[in-house]
């Protein structure tokens, strides 16, 4: 299974609309991969807190149109990383696309873990309730976002559901990069699956971002990082390893709690 992980840096100078555009020809460059993965908000920038407002869509918003359209042109299953999500009700989230090779939304998560502690997401979005899982021809992804990777039970509970692949966009500051590849790879080891985490580069209102898209194995080996700025890291990997790895250390089977 082949995996491309976009890197997309965030510039303030750029707008949404030719990000937009920027990033579609990008998606549509990857023709030949199995899974496209981009990062999170790459629209606004993820800490760019005061555009969440004013460049929320809808669900099925100019984003939703362009990534669906974009996958169907390359024919790739395409985790569009997330966007602004203005819901019918006026409430904001931050809400994972996922679309199939023919452009069909194939799910949508809405952020359960919002970051900020009291300000920023944390008070501006809504929190996402439901676990989410794709089943690919090759695998089972379990989707999640950024600061949800500070949170081992909500990987547990895609692993219940059937992940054997797990998904991360992020928006990661560079302050905090040692936890990015940290955590990473600590949810690869645990739940003895595929994680594949895509973070952004630039600068997000002020905040310099961590870059370092990873791809992680079962057993925690590093099979692919990125650097800091903007590029696509593409890995090829065995996505049989999660259940080889799970019948030669059943460790899974031994769960108490």
């Given at each position: 299974?082949?995996?491309?992980?976009?890197?997309?840096?965030?510039?303030?100078?750029?707008?949404?609309?030719?990000?937009?555009?920027?990033?579609?020809?990008?998606?549509?460059?990857?023709?030949?991969?199995?899974?496209?993965?981009?990062?999170?908000?790459?629209?606004?920038?993820?800490?760019?807190?005061?555009?969440?407002?004013?460049?929320?869509?809808?669900?099925?918003?100019?984003?939703?149109?362009?990534?669906?359209?974009?996958?169907?042109?390359?024919?790739?299953?395409?985790?569009?990383?997330?966007?602004?999500?203005?819901?019918?009700?006026?409430?904001?989230?931050?809400?994972?696309?996922?679309?199939?090779?023919?452009?069909?939304?194939?799910?949508?998560?809405?952020?359960?873990?919002?970051?900020?502690?009291?300000?920023?997401?944390?008070?501006?979005?809504?929190?996402?309730?439901?676990?989410?899982?794709?089943?690919?021809?090759?695998?089972?992804?379990?989707?999640?976002?950024?600061?949800?990777?500070?949170?081992?039970?909500l990987f547990r509970g895609l692993v219940d559901a059937g992940a054997e692949t797990l998904v991360v966009p992020a928006g990661w500051?560079?302050?905090?990069?040692?936890?990015?590849?940290?955590?990473?790879?600590?949810?690869?080891?645990?739940?003895?699956?595929?994680?594949?985490?895509?973070?952004?580069?630039?600068?997000?209102?002020?905040?310099?971002?961590?870059?370092?898209?990873?791809?992680?194995?079962?057993?925690?080996?590093?099979?692919?990082?990125?650097?800091?700025?903007?590029?696509?890291?593409?890995?090829?990997?065995?996505?049989?390893?999660?259940?080889?790895?799970?019948?030669?250390?059943?460790?899974?089977?031994?769960?108490?709690?």
């Amino acid at each position: 299974m082949r995996a491309s992980l976009i890197q997309i840096a965030v510039d303030e100078g750029e707008s949404v609309e030719s990000r937009r555009r920027r990033v579609a020809a990008s998606v549509r460059d990857q023709a030949g991969a199995d899974l496209v993965v981009l990062p999170e908000l790459w629209t606004t920038g993820a800490f760019a807190y005061e555009e969440f407002g004013r460049e929320a869509e809808s669900l099925e918003g100019p984003t939703y149109e362009a990534m669906a359209k974009a996958a169907s042109d390359a024919g790739v299953w395409l985790h569009a990383g997330s966007i602004p999500e203005r819901d019918p009700d006026g409430s904001l989230y931050n809400t994972s696309l996922v679309f199939s090779p023919s452009g069909d939304l194939a799910a949508a998560y809405r952020k359960i873990h919002r970051f900020g502690f009291d300000k920023g997401e944390a008070v501006l979005m809504g929190a996402g309730r439901e676990l989410v899982t794709v089943r690919l021809p090759e695998t089972v992804v379990g989707v999640a976002t950024c600061y949800d990777l500070r949170f081992p039970e909500l990987f547990r509970g895609l692993v219940d559901a059937g992940a054997e692949t797990l998904v991360v966009p992020a928006g990661w500051p560079e302050r905090r990069r040692g936890h990015w590849t940290l955590l990473a790879q600590a949810r690869a080891v645990e739940n003895q699956a595929f994680v594949l985490a895509c973070g952004t580069a630039g600068t997000h209102a002020g905040v310099p971002q961590a870059g370092h898209s990873i791809v992680v194995d079962p057993w925690g080996e590093v099979l692919a990082e990125a650097g800091a700025d903007e590029e696509i890291l593409t890995v090829d990997f065995d996505p049989g390893k999660v259940a080889t790895t799970r019948e030669q250390f059943p460790a899974l089977k031994d769960r108490v709690l």
